[in-house]
Antibody, heavy 121, light 113 residues
């Protein structure tokens, strides 16, 4: 069974940092491109960024609102995706989902349940 | 960056009737090298992650009822629910995955009339 399980969310003060993790199982994580997507309370879905598989270069792309503050990385030895978030502000308050951006010919088929990040003093 | 615009923002349809949601992209999502449109549709219910319904603009995800269909090419795409059921009440989003950054439409709220 395919599973994506996010962790690491919580309450953080403005200007603070947080690292989210996404543990993957049930598919070949090494070959997958992975994305983070967030959803602010009562708002729509927002793509945060993506990391390609190492076979495809392992490069990252980040959305403009988070570029320079957020960094996506992966550890294929333990099938885990990360999102390092620095210089957080209130607009970063959201549920953060990890998703399999591309696995073979499938796109965005698998999603985690999400982890809530609240930025507040 | 590619901008995705959905319409309408909200939609009320009677049970058993057809629901149609439009999604337009600011540039073509068709890639000639693969002959595919890089467009997906998702359904999201409260407190749940998005659920993939359609990918490659018209390919239904396994397990998705056949009352859901996707069509379109280039910059204009449509999600159609042929006969609305109560469990279809949800938010619906389109997403392009043609390149980075990926972008979602703003969402369409589907309700029962």
């Amino acid at each position: 069974e395919v599973q994506l399980v996010e962790s690491g969310g919580g309450l953080v003060k403005p200007g603070g940092s947080l690292r989210l993790s996404c543990a993957a199982s049930g598919f070949t994580f090494t070959n997958a491109w992975m994305s983070w997507v967030r959803q602010a309370p009562g708002k729509g879905l927002e793509w945060v960024g993506r990391i390609k598989s190492k076979t495809d270069g392992g490069t990252t792309d980040h959305a403009a609102p988070v570029k320079g503050r957020f960094t996506i990385s992966r550890d294929d030895s333990i099938d885990t995706l990360y999102l390092q978030m620095n210089s957080l502000n209130s607009e970063d308050t959201a549920v953060y989902y990890c998703t399999a951006d591309r696995v073979g010919d499938t796109q965005f088929q698998q999603w985690g349940q999400g982890t809530l990040v609240t930025v507040s003093s | 960056d590619i901008v995705m615009t959905q319409s309408p923002d909200s939609l009320a349809v009677s049970l058993g009737e057809r629901a149609t949601i439009s999604c337009k992209s600011s540039q073509s999502l068709f890639m000639s090298s693969t002959n595919k449109n890089y467009l997906a549709w998702f359904q999201q219910k409260p407190g749940q992650p998005p659920k993939l319904l359609i990918y490659w603009a018209s390919t239904r995800e396994s397990g998705v009822p056949d009352r859901f269909s996707g069509s379109g090419s280039g910059t204009d795409f449509t999600l159609t629910i042929s006969s609305l059921r109560a469990e279809d009440v949800a938010l619906y989003y389109c997403l392009h995955y043609y390149a980075a950054p990926r972008t979602f439409g703003q969402g369409t709220k589907l309700e029962i009339k």
